[in-house]
């Protein structure tokens, strides 16, 4: 991957996923997703959820009524999204904490259920891809382009490997009942940064900042209770154009906030 870049010159990110290089902050790529559209999709799940959680207290609603009154029961009722909402993000951080450690060949800790079926099918399609890792959570940045102070951005890619044809492969793990279109711009932007930065506890690099490998394919692993289903996604100008007016967006979202209309 080339030489390391001196070592005061490192990637870090903070908790709000904002990633900072040679003194300069910049957007996380999910972030700069986030001023996309979802709400047609989310809404009818939300719609169903709230349905969902009706029907299962059936037998006792007439008693919640009595005790919390009908605004308390709705609010109980439309609430029950965002636990399945919370339930489903943490499920999906588990997954991919305990994928990173089967690509590299590390022992995985005691599992839930749910935890272990997603995991081993996982590990067996890993065994049958015949992928071999390059790099998992590993960071990267795109700096800003020179007289452009709102051109870059930062990231965490899930995972960099060669195929078994050798090609460079990066891919994104998914653990949600569905794939949302924006993984695609995802892993257009991650594959459009200059530098990473290997993950802290991969032993197998130096420390430092490395240029990004230029990937040769995009793919999203869709890692379910049934299985694993690869899906092989085209990125080409239209999809990193499409990134790049999603950054154009944020910042003017951005550059927005606090003022009236």
Known sequence: MGATYPRPSMITRDAAHRYTYEGVQYPGVTTILGCLDKSGPLMGWAARETATAAVRMLDELPKMLETLGEAG???????RSAWTRDEAAQLGTE????ADLVVRGEPTPSMTETQRGRVLHYAEWWKQSGWVLRLSEAMVVRP???GNVQSGWGGT???LAYDRDGRTVLGDIKTGKGVYKEAVLQLAAYGMASLVQPAQDDLSKPPGVYPMPMPDRYVILHVTADGVREIEVAVG???RMAFLACLDLY???ESMKGKKL
Do not use: C, G, Q, R
């Open 237 to 239: 100008t239209a999809e």
């Open 95 to 98: 997954v991919h904490a305990l």
């Open 73 to 79: 029961v709705i609010s109980a009722l439309t609430k």
């Open 251 to 253: 910042h003017w979202i």
């Open 144 to 146: 800003n382009d020179h």
């Open 157 to 159: 890619f899930d995972l």
